[in-house]
């Protein structure tokens, strides 16, 4: 945002100051080129080289202020929103109410809340920046269109009535700019009745920004085409005009996003339904956001929500997303700034293979060996990327690269689920190479060398063909296990349970048998009772006991857990599957007629007959097309039950993902 008024004001102040004053104006007039030019990084560091001597004197206590404003401006620029509204809100404290630096102080607030998903601050802000300006001029029509963002999910008559001001100020005739302003305001309008629940009324709204934009016969469209294209396919879909919803959608390319080359996360996280979290089953949202180069989540917005607390709940999920930046250079630049997705909530865990954990000895060895904590790191994968690498430069230079105190940190870039494969597998061979150099406990360097077989597969592998290999290179690794003495070590229990889960692949229940019993054997000295890995391994026992009616055998297994009939959700059990039904008759033919292709995740529990229940779906891109083919896939879908108690028991919270892919 311009702040080129205040900085001719905070220049005179400098300049009227004290000894060394030419010096700090010329530091203060680098940073605010930098600002206008837009490197906000640059910008930032120039005016936190400032603020301490500004900060120093109390007659400065204004220009202290706008200096922090800048600073919150620019870090809002640079993706951290968060930080932008701790500065700007300091900055308005000292600041004149109602000034010029006030008003552009508050306008700024109002973004950086919007990006952050504080809606409510937003909204003050937005309000308070109205206050101090002329409603029709530009900041004026910042501050109320700012506000019909913001209000749009939880007061439409108030959200409403900003738009209508806003565009009763401006002209659908100008620049090319002003025109694509007035067309991006009227979709906006057109969201507001959409998600006051009046779809029918907000497409002529759609309409009129696709007219006051581009034709859809025009060959070459920009992003503010494709959003309105999609806001108009979802008021189609609404008013169940689904001939038309599926035009939008091809003419706005969501349905070839796919083949472009988009695919779903490597960490993409659902927000938990009632009881555990405020949203119910039947919220559904549909948010917009862009994605990075690096894989890391920006501008998150929804469009649609059946509910206000949806939008604001998926809203913030969907800002700890990441990707990896090699899923992420195979989808043009272009059509990463609009990616819209289909998105509910789901039940108890993910029910994703999560990762191996640290048996104990490595623990107590790490926190000897390698005590430095780690600095705090952001929730999203792909924004602690850059963080824990700039942290392994800084230890390296600290303690060098052959140093115990760089295991932490390698250790959890190898678990990123955002990095490359390469990243991780040189992570991990690292790691290893300091840990056997180290002699560390074989707790670390047998959970090093699992990781990293796995980290090693070849590429483009099918999921069979991966399964088999894994479990050839895992059975060659419990073979060196026992050859070192280690046979019965905690991390050859990890080894047979990681065995065991892909032995479930081909159905390979003699393996999965000779695994599970393995790590039953562990000595308890090594593997306590009630830990995640020997559980596991009872439970699933005990279901391929009772698979083959050996009843009394799977009873003392149960009984032997000490554990509740809900086993599936306690330990994580996975039901293996025994029919799948998916076959090119569930590709949509309507879909299929406009080459659309698409990504589902659907959600359901598992009753004790193997069948699904409460099939429905989670997350989908592109938006409401594949949903109804997917829920139909799964609903004929079939698992081994779970036994427990004495009878089969259900699996709750279970969630799968499927492709429909045009074959070519």
Known sequence: MSIRSVAVALSLLLASG?????????????????????????????????????????????????????????????????????LLT???????????????????LGLAAELAVDYDTAARAYRAALTAVDPGNTLGLTARIGLARVLMFSDAPAARAAADAALAAMSPTGTPAARAQYAQLLSLRGRIELNDGKPAAARPWFDKALTNGRSLNNSKVSIADVR?????????????????????????????????????????????????????????????????????????????????????????????????????AKLDAFWRQAVRLELRCVDGR?????????????????????????????????TALPALRAELARRQAAFGVASPQLLPVLLRIAANPAQSVRESSEALSNALAIAETARAPHDLTGYLRIEQLQADMPAKLNYARTADLIIQRLAALLARFDAEGEGQSFSAAQAASR?????????????????????????????????FLRQAARLQLASLEAADRNLDAANALVAATGLSPEQCSAVAVTPVTTRNSFSENDFPREALRWGFEGSVRVAFDIDAEGKPTGVRTVLASPPLVFDDSAEHVYRASRYQPIFGGGRSIGCSGQQKGINFEIKR
């Open 18 to 86: 004290t000894a060394g004053a030419a010096t700090l104006q010329e530091q203060y007039t680098a940073a605010q080129t930098a600002f206008d030019a837009g490197r906000m990084a640059e910008a930032r560091a120039g005016f936190a080289a400032i603020l301490p001597r500004l900060d120093a004197n109390p007659k400065m206590r204004v220009q202290a202020a706008l200096v922090r404003a800048r600073m919150g401006s620019a870090a809002t620029a640079l993706a951290e929103p968060e930080t932008g509204i701790a």
């Open 90 to 108: 300091a900055a308005l404290a000292a600041l004149p109410e109602k000034s010029a630096g006030w008003t552009e102080a508050q306008l700024d």
């Open 228 to 328: 309105n294209r999609g806001d108009l396919a979802i008021a189609a879909f609404q008013t169940g005009d689904l001939d038309a919803a599926r035009k939008y959608l091809a003419y706005s390319g969501a349905g070839t996003l796919r083949s472009m080359g988009f695919v779903l996360g490597a960490e993409t996280p659902l927000p938990q339904c009632a009881p555990a979290g405020p949203l119910a089953k039947d919220d559904m949202a549909i948010v917009e956001f862009s994605i990075d180069k690096e894989g890391r989540v920006n501008g998150v917005t929804p469009i649609f929500a059946t509910r206000a607390g949806a939008a604001v709940e998926m809203a913030r999920a969907v800002r700890e997303w990441s990707w990896s930046a090699a899923s992420v």
């Open 350 to 382: 993910d029910n994703r293979v999560s990762r191996q954990t640290l048996g104990p000895k490595a623990v107590e060895w790490l926190a000897t060996h390698a005590p430095e904590p780690l600095p705090p790191l952001p929730a999203a994968s792909a």
């Open 499 to 531: 065995l065991a889960a892909w032995a479930a692949v081909p159905r390979d229940n003699a393996r999965m048998r000779e695994a599970y019993a393995r790590v039953l054997a562990t000595p308890v000295a090594v593997l306590p009772e009630g830990d």
